[in-house]
Nanobody
Framework: VQLQASGGGLVQAGGSLRLSCAASGTIFSINDMGWYRQTPGKQRELVAQITRAGSINYADSVKGRFTISRDNAKNTVYLQIDSLKPEDTAVYYC???????????????WGQGTQVTVSS
């Protein structure tokens, strides 16, 4: 399973971005999909997560500004980021829990990361 993330960039505070992450390869099933972010010297933190059934969980710091969604037919997860703040600056990583066969177990896969930089 390979993940390709895109959509990062440099934006001014108050602006918006839409991140995308497409999973490809041999995929039997995808369970949870999510986005994490990391800044230098800090641990990677969960930003938002969505289950296959559509249940969603957000970090408190992004509630009301970030919206996660998924397209199961395209094996793609999206993160709409509005009202960006300088403290949102980070490398954003997508994560999926997937398995490549009916008999196999689920495991985590990570995208390569996409940089989001917010200027004040």
């Amino acid at each position: 399973v390979q993940l390709q993330a895109s959509g990062g960039g440099l934006v001014q505070a108050g602006g918006s971005l839409r991140l995308s992450c497409a999973a490809s390869g041999t995929i039997f099933s995808i369970n949870d999909m999510g986005w994490y972010r990391q800044t230098p010297g800090k641990q990677r933190e969960l930003v938002a997560q969505i289950t296959r059934a559509g249940s969603i969980n957000y970090a408190d710091s992004v509630k009301g500004r970030f919206t996660i969604s998924r397209d199961n037919a395209k094996n793609t997860v999206y993160l709409q980021i509005d009202s960006l703040k300088p403290e949102d600056t980070a490398v954003y990583y997508c994560n999926v829990e997937a398995k490549y066969s009916a008999s196999g177990g689920y495991r985590d896969y990570w995208g390569q990361g996409t940089q989001v930089t917010v200027s004040s």
